[in-house]
């Protein structure tokens, strides 16, 4: 592999690593941390704090992710020449990456608001919703690591 494509694969892989380990992390560590430790009215201001930094290292992974994704296909000569894995793979990522998109404008900032507004039960709900679609970008995450690493030997 030339100096190009080996760049834009260590890019592609540290998008890759930030996104679906920050998802494992946020998930099976920090809620359920906050959950044992904390009461509603410091729960929900911190869960969505830590949320808020967490979705623009989220944002800046998926335009790396799509950008060095693409420009490594184009290096292959384009999708009709890749293996049926990049095709897989690129299809499970705009899943996840819409999922992500509809939880960042959707219940995330009903999230902001009701915090806001310190409805707590209103920010649960929605945190709660959230917690379900990170899960599923989780699942889907590794996945795609899954099928791009393994589905190339098929
Ligand atoms: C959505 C747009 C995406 C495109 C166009 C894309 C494209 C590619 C391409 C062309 C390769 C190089 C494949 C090869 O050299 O055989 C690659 C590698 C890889 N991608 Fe993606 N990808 C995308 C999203 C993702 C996502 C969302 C993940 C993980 C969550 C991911 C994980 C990986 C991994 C782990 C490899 C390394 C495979 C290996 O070299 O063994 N990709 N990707």
């Given at each position: 592999m030339s100096l190009l494509?080996?760049?834009?694969?260590?890019?592609?892989?540290?998008?890759?690593?930030?996104?679906?380990?920050?998802?494992?992390?946020?998930?099976?560590?920090?809620?359920?941390?906050?959950?044992?430790?904390?009461?509603?009215?410091?729960?929900?201001?911190?869960?969505?704090?830590?949320?808020?930094?967490?979705?623009?290292?989220?944002?800046?992974?998926?335009g790396v992710l799509l950008a060095s994704g693409l420009l490594l296909v184009w290096a292959a000569g384009g999708f009709a020449r890749v293996h049926w894995s990049v095709h897989a793979m690129f299809t499970l990522g705009l899943v996840m990456m819409a999922l992500f998109l509809h939880l960042r404008f959707a219940p995330y900032p009903r999230l902001l608001r009701a915090v806001a507004a310190g409805q707590w039960p209103v920010a649960a709900a929605n945190l709660n919703l959230i917690r379900k679609l990170v899960a599923t970008n989780l699942t889907l995450g590794v996945l795609v690591f899954a099928l791009a690493v393994v589905g190339r030997a098929l």
């Amino acid at each position: 592999m030339s100096l190009l494509p080996a760049l834009l694969l260590f890019l592609h892989l540290l998008a890759a690593a930030f996104w679906v380990g920050g998802m494992a992390t946020m998930h099976f560590a920090v809620r359920p941390a906050a959950v044992a430790h904390l009461e509603p009215p410091l729960r929900l201001p911190f869960m969505a704090a830590a949320l808020s930094r967490f979705f623009v290292g989220v944002s800046t992974a998926i335009g790396v992710l799509l950008a060095s994704g693409l420009l490594l296909v184009w290096a292959a000569g384009g999708f009709a020449r890749v293996h049926w894995s990049v095709h897989a793979m690129f299809t499970l990522g705009l899943v996840m990456m819409a999922l992500f998109l509809h939880l960042r404008f959707a219940p995330y900032p009903r999230l902001l608001r009701a915090v806001a507004a310190g409805q707590w039960p209103v920010a649960a709900a929605n945190l709660n919703l959230i917690r379900k679609l990170v899960a599923t970008n989780l699942t889907l995450g590794v996945l795609v690591f899954a099928l791009a690493v393994v589905g190339r030997a098929l």
